[in-house]
C-alpha cells in the first residue's frame, strides 16, 4: 500500500490551497481517509475525514478548519483531496494522508488508521 501525498508549497494568508492523496494498494472508498498535520516539536493532530462508501462517505473536521477546509474522494482516480481557503499562519504544517477502518468513535483517532502516506509541506506566510 502507498499513499501519495502532494500540493503542498508556500502561499500567503487568505489564499487557498488544493492537497492529494493518490493511494495504490487498496481502494480509497473501502478505506476511511483521513489527513492530518504536525508541526515540528508538537504530536500530529487531526485535520478531516471521510469514512468509506459502505458508511455514505461522512465527512469530519477539526473545529480548527470546519468551514475553510473540504475532504473528498474521486473514486476513479483513488485519489482523496484537502482543498483548503482561507489559509491562516496557524495552518503551516507537514500534512499526512491516512488509511483505516476505525470505528465511528475512533475517525479522529491517529492510531486507528493503518496506513500513512509521506508528508507534504504546507506553509502560510506573507
Known amino acids: 500500500v502507498q499513499l501519495q501525498a502532494s500540493g503542498g508549497g508556500l502561499v500567503q494568508p487568505g489564499a487557498s490551497l488544493g492537497l492529494s492523496c493518490a493511494a495504490s494498494g487498496l481502494t480509497v472508498n473501502t478505506y476511511s481517509m483521513g489527513w492530518y498535520r504536525q508541526v515540528p516539536g508538537k504530536d500530529s493532530a487531526f485535520v478531516a475525514a471521510?469514512?468509506?462508501?459502505?458508511?455514505?462517505?461522512?465527512?469530519f473536521y477539526a473545529d480548527s478548519v470546519k468551514g475553510r477546509f473540504t475532504i473528498s474522494r474521486d473514486n476513479a482516480k483513488n485519489t482523496v483531496y484537502l482543498e483548503m481557503s482561507s489559509l491562516q499562519p496557524e495552518d503551516t504544517a507537514v500534512y499526512f494522508c491516512?488509511?483505516?477502518?476505525?470505528?465511528?468513535?475512533?475517525?479522529?483517532?491517529?492510531?486507528?488508521?493503518?496506513?500513512w502516506g509521506q508528508g507534504t509541506l504546507v506553509t502560510v506566510s506573507s
Open positions: 471521510v469514512t468509506d462508501r459502505a458508511r455514505g462517505g461522512s465527512t
Open positions: 491516512a488509511a483505516g477502518r476505525p470505528i465511528l468513535s475512533s475517525v479522529r483517532t491517529s492510531s486507528a488508521y493503518t496506513f
